[in-house]
């Protein structure tokens, strides 16, 4: 995973953590209203039987896509803080 090198002529170590600690706020409120609106298969049950099984696998996928996201702006933030910390 590519990180951003704090030098003189870069952004300032506060702005850059400052800037990922506000992106991965915004996907954990993200992530809870994508899980706030889980399908409902009464939605889903006159277009078939599989196609509540359909959103529900979508939905997990959205779900993924944004924890994945989350995780990903978490250890680049852990990792400017160890570099820094060391």
Known sequence: MMVPTVHLN???????MRQLTE????LR???EK????YPNARDYYPQGALAFGHARAEWGARC???LVMRQE??????FMDEVVSA
């Open 10 to 16: 870069g952004t300032s170590r506060e702005e850059l």
């Open 23 to 26: 992106a991965s706020d915004s």
């Open 29 to 31: 409120l993200a992530l």
């Open 34 to 37: 994508v899980q706030a609106a």
């Open 64 to 66: 993924n896509t944004l």
């Open 73 to 78: 702006l978490e250890q680049i933030i852990v």
